[in-house]
């Protein structure tokens, strides 16, 4: 999935191994800010094609969208 810079920020990535046993590539998957369809992420795989899914407990790591790290951080004022 291509991405302009203006998009990045309402993204979040997840990245997984290829289940198929012959490749085992990292893939790399996208999806738009705070969206919760489902706990399964998506893949296809650049180098041998397999489409897979992978549960979001899986994951070798998942991105966080800047506006929900900073929702999440305490307020201060001086």
Known sequence: ???DAEDVDELTA???LCLNE???SLVISYR???E????????MCSRCGLAFSVPEGELVFQS???E????????HHA
């Open 22 to 24: 012959d490749c085992g």
């Open 64 to 66: 966080i969208a800047v």
């Open 68 to 75: 929900m790290l900073l929702a999440k951080l305490p307020h």
């Open 14 to 16: 997840a990245c997984a």
């Open 32 to 34: 738009t800010a705070g």
């Open 36 to 43: 919760r369809s489902s706990d399964m992420w998506d893949f």
């Open 1 to 3: 999935m291509e991405c």
